[in-house]
């Protein structure tokens, strides 16, 4: 997760670059929502995965002999 921030910390930074002597802004306001965009889908990605794995976990547990449930 963290290497993802550091991407969208160097998108940022370009994004100010891109656009920091630009009458049109119109380039930079797209890069913008596109990166929210991604965050979104990441954050839900990183979710699912969180729970996934812990779901997985859990199976594994049960299916250790002598752990009654």
Known sequence: MLAVYLVFKGIEIFQIALMSNRPDRTLGLILG?????????????????????????????????????
């Open 33 to 69: 929502i596109l990166c929210i965009a991604v965050a979104i889908m990441a954050g839900g990605g990183f979710a699912w995965w969180g729970d996934e794995t812990a779901r997985a976990i859990g199976e594994q547990m049960n299916s250790i002999p002598g752990i009654q449930r």
